[in-house]
């Protein structure tokens, strides 16, 4: 059993900062990369971004230098630090990772936390 956990979410202003955390528990024997994604009210889930176990990263065009992932491998976490946020950010991220866990490897999800950007 995997099970990844967010937290981090929550109420901020244009032009604030919010930190998300990812913590993968459970059965891991290896976790490759590990995504942020986010969906807006009414509209389809879309990644922001990504990083592989050895810490290369790639953004989302409309998040390219606010916001930053970063990982713990030593704790099987993944951050998502975002910057200078705007109202269009609001939506509820998503971590994502790929798990090998010794006999198959997996594609596992988090609950989901909630930003919201004020204008």
């Known amino acids: 059993q995997v099970q990844l956990v967010e937290s981090g979410g929550g109420l901020v202003q244009a032009g604030g900062s919010l930190r998300l955390s990812c913590a993968a528990s459970?059965?891991?024997?290896?976790?490759?990369?590990m995504n942020w994604y986010r969906q807006a009210p009414g509209k389809q889930r879309d990644l922001v971004g990504s990083?592989?176990?050895?810490?290369?990263?790639n953004y989302a065009d409309s998040v390219k230098g606010r916001f930053t992932i970063s990982r713990d491998n030593a704790k099987n976490t993944v951050y998502l630090q975002m910057n200078n946020l705007k109202p269009e950010d609001t939506a509820v991220y998503y971590c994502?990772?790929?798990?090998?866990?010794?006999?198959?490897?997996?594609?596992?999800w988090g609950q989901g936390t909630q930003v919201t950007v004020s204008s």
């Open positions: 459970g059965s891991i024997f290896r976790i490759n990369a």
């Open positions: 990083i592989t176990s050895g810490g290369s990263t």
């Open positions: 994502n990772a790929v798990i090998w866990r010794g006999v198959s490897m997996n594609d596992y």
